[in-house]
């Protein structure tokens, strides 16, 4: 694809696009009921912080979308992964059988935070964000910034893309693509996280 011709005889051309499918005002007459299962489950197990990250996590513990309340809801996350997965290029037959993998909520307190990462052994990844403030943000990144201090940052060189983590939002991603998280800084956030194969 051509992004910009110079002159007669140069110009650069850009490859390779990285995407992130947003939907917005998903599941929002459900928030309500999925934070409230959702804290139930924590004040029941007492799920700690993750592992590797600073937020309480279930990662590894429960598979939140098999739980009754959340099986509309995975439902239609498996729908619009398998409509991004068509838009990707694979035919439909292929998509047929898309199953998530493993599923965990995140709950952030002031603070907390998600350094960069992927997920390893899955198609795609996602995060459906049940309660978030304002200021929330999930960054996605740029795999090899080789121009890391550059002084004018551009269309060709910038090397992260801010999303708001609003709730309501399903956002769908390949899933070695890094993302992390800004310092939460309101009262909470919930976000519920999941990985997909075909």
């Known amino acids: 694809m051509i992004y910009k011709q110079l002159d007669n005889n140069i110009r650069i051309d850009t490859w390779f696009p990285k995407s992130v499918y947003s939907v917005t005002n998903f599941h929002l007459d459900n928030l309500s009921l999925y934070e409230n299962e959702i804290q139930s489950i924590q004040n029941k197990s007492n799920f700690l912080k993750h592992e590797d990250f600073d937020v309480i996590s279930s990662h590894n513990k429960i598979d939140i979308l098999n739980n009754s309340v959340?099986?509309?809801?995975?439902?239609?996350?498996?729908q619009h992964a398998k409509n991004y997965l068509i838009q990707l290029g694979l035919s439909e037959n292929k998509t047929n059988n898309l199953k998530v993998l493993n599923s965990w909520y995140n709950v952030s307190k002031k603070n907390d935070s998600v350094d960069k990462h992927i997920h390893s052994g899955?198609?795609?990844?996602?995060?459906?964000?049940?309660?978030?403030?304002k200021d929330d943000i999930i960054y996605f990144h740029k795999e090899d910034d080789m121009l890391e201090?550059?002084?004018?940052?551009?269309?060709?060189?910038?090397?992260?893309?801010?999303?708001?983590?609003?709730?309501?939002?399903?956002?769908?991603?390949?899933s070695n693509l890094n993302h992390s998280t800004n310092k939460h800084k309101g009262n909470g956030k919930i976000v519920i996280s999941f990985n997909i194969n075909l």
């Open 70 to 78: 959340f099986l509309d809801l995975k439902k239609d996350i498996l």
């Open 122 to 133: 899955s198609y795609l990844s996602g995060a459906y964000y049940i309660k978030s403030n």
């Open 149 to 174: 201090h550059q002084d004018n940052i551009n269309d060709l060189s910038f090397n992260k893309i801010a999303y708001e983590c609003r709730e309501g939002v399903l956002l769908l991603f390949k």
